[in-house]
């Protein structure tokens, strides 16, 4: 297979553009059949590659505008010069394979859905984040994009969920519908015509409901979710982790010289969990359903958190994420 091209919005997320490009050298240096074009004003981003090697697998292409964070997302339609919507046009064209952005995330949908376009068969796109969980991590679809869904939607999202799993080397996949109990009846209208589908279309590899508990400590690969409530789910597991690391280093101080102590016996111990747990390690999160490969980094990230954004995108390219969910759906 020949080398992957990426487009990446250099103007995307909070520290823009200083992280996009440390993290576009970065993945540079790891794969190296790898090319970015970097999306962006082009006297904010040429100084900052001169002396490194791996700059010469990167071409700038000029945008002069942001679409800012807070933005109405209807409006990148609009917008035709932001760095946004010319890295998603970059895919709709064939010049770039993939396209990664850490920008309004509602813009990136947009920008997938309505630039880039839906794979046939699919109505609505979905987000799908792997989440820290017991056995590793716990996909979760729909976590943001659609805050209204019909039956339907939640049947296509546990079909993408599931191709997903399997595209992520899980065999076999256990998926479930996020409710308010695990027994059938259960739920409102939605989830029980959602479950029906979903055990018609899924067979087995339906486990039925679970509940929001499942996503960290359940055994099931895939939760499938309307938007409104994976996001509320996912903030509200975002929060507790702060809270937890919070908490922690507060009693460590409070116990004086015997907390200092046995922090060191378990520094090691705690800096794998501190990893694992580290939303910077997981990178993007891919934007299901669009006729492209998108990857959504989280509008805080880091340098490392745009690295590894960038190799969800070239691995989704390399293994044919697309491709598998477009035979799924009968393209």
Do not use: W
Request: glycine letters at 14%.
């Amino acid at each position: 297979m020949p080398g992957v091209r990426i487009a990446l919005d250099s103007a995307g997320g909070d520290k823009a553009p200083k992280v996009n490009l440390e993290g576009a050298l970065m993945a540079l240096k790891e794969f190296p059949d790898l090319e970015i074009l970097l999306v962006g004003r082009q006297e904010e981003l040429s100084p900052g590659l001169k002396g490194y090697p791996e700059a010469s697998r990167i071409r700038i292409i000029d945008a002069r505008e942001v679409f800012p964070m807070s933005e109405k997302p209807s409006l990148l339609l609009r917008k035709k010069e932001t760095s946004l919507y010319i890295t998603a046009l970059q895919v709709k064209e064939g010049t770039a394979d993939a396209m990664v952005s850490a920008g309004n995330t509602g813009g990136v949908l947009v920008a997938s859905l309505f630039v880039i376009g839906r794979i046939k068969g699919v109505e609505r796109g979905a987000i799908a984040v792997k989440i820290p969980s017991k056995n590793g991590y716990t996909i979760l679809i729909d976590a943001g994009a659609n805050a209204e869904v019909r039956a339907e939607h939640l049947r296509d999202f546990g079909l993408m969920g599931y191709e997903y799993a399997r595209f992520l080397g899980r065999e076999p996949i256990k998926v479930g519908l996020l409710n308010v109990g695990e027994e059938e009846e259960k739920g409102t209208d939605l989830t029980k015509t959602a479950f029906n589908y979903l055990k018609s279309e899924l067979g087995d590899s339906f486990v039925g409901n679970v509940e929001g508990r499942d996503i960290n400590f359940g055994e099931v690969d895939v939760i499938v979710s309307g938007g409104f409530e994976g996001n509320v789910a996912l903030k509200a597991i975002e929060g507790a982790g702060k809270l937890i690391s919070q908490r922690l280093r507060e009693e460590i101080k409070k116990s004086g010289i015997a907390g200092l102590i046995g922090a060191l016996l378990l520094k090691k111990a705690l800096g794998r969990l501190r990893d694992s747990m580290n939303p910077s390690q997981y990178g993007g999160a891919f934007i299901l359903g669009v006729s492209g490969v998108v990857s959504k980094a989280h509008g805080n990230s880091d340098s490392l958190a745009i690295k590894n954004a960038i190799r969800v995108a070239y691995e989704g390219v390399k293994r044919e994420l697309v491709e598998k969910l477009g035979k799924r759906f009968g393209g």
